[in-house]
């Protein structure tokens, strides 16, 4: 049973390095590596390509996170995914304890770890606010390993959410009743800077509360289609 990672690139030349370091750092090796370039502005594209040809390397016109994703899912060829952030990074036994539990249980369908946020001091200047770091259940894409039926089963990214297409598809999976487990331990180090700070501020509320409210209602007309009542 193969792993294939997937990476999604947009203007993160400054991180993508450490990034990839961290999966090659991996006590289980991926099968192979799948960076999506959506259209980057910087010199992100010269630094993963000193990585060839331990990876693969595919650009496309920028078209959001979740179109990027759903090309490396296209493209990947292994029985589990995961995800990593170019921004961000793995603990080096993510890989390894998140397949051991799929081995352990072969109904599951999805398992996360634990999360820790860190700052890049860098990006912080003197007044600014410093958003807190801390620990938490990692229901995020560096936190994830999936297996590749998944997709098949409930769709890819929806691409018309710029921030909350993972929460969105993070819903579906939790309504198909796919078996997910979280594991204790910190596997990916969730990088707090700028420009990841400054999109979700922007889009990330008005996103979450009408996903949200479509999930309710998804729910709500499922649980009257079970009960034989009528919609309202």
Do not use: C
């Amino acid at each position: 049973m193969t792993i294939s990672v997937i990476m999604p690139l947009y203007n993160t030349e400054r991180y993508v390095s450490a990034a990839l370091e961290s999966i090659f750092a991996q006590t289980l090796a991926p099968a192979e590596i799948v960076v999506v370039d959506d259209g980057s502005t910087d010199g992100g594209a010269a630094v993963v390509q000193r990585f060839l040809p331990h990876l693969r390397y595919h650009w496309q016109p920028q078209s959001g996170a979740a179109a990027a994703l759903n090309t490396a899912v296209r493209l990947a060829q292994g029985d589990f995914f995961a995800v990593l952030d170019a921004d961000d990074l793995w603990l080096p036994t993510k890989l390894a304890e998140q397949k051991a539990a799929f081995d352990a249980d072969p109904d599951l369908a999805l398992v996360f770890g634990g999360v820790e946020q860190f700052r890049s001091p860098e990006f912080y200047s003197p007044g600014q606010a410093i958003p807190p770091t801390e620990i938490f259940v990692g229901h995020i894409p560096s936190a994830m390993l999936v297996r590749q039926a998944v997709f098949a089963q409930i769709g890819g990214f929806d691409p018309v959410w710029q921030t909350g297409y993972f929460l969105d598809w993070f819903l579906r999976a939790k309504n198909a009743q796919l078996k997910m487990r979280d594991l204790p331990n910190v596997v990916a180090k969730r990088r707090l800077h700028d420009a990841n700070l400054g999109r979700r501020k922007r889009n990330q509320q008005g996103e979450l509360v009408k996903i949200l409210q479509r999930d309710l209602a998804q729910r709500h007309s499922q649980e009257s289609i079970r009960n034989g009542a009528p919609i309202v």
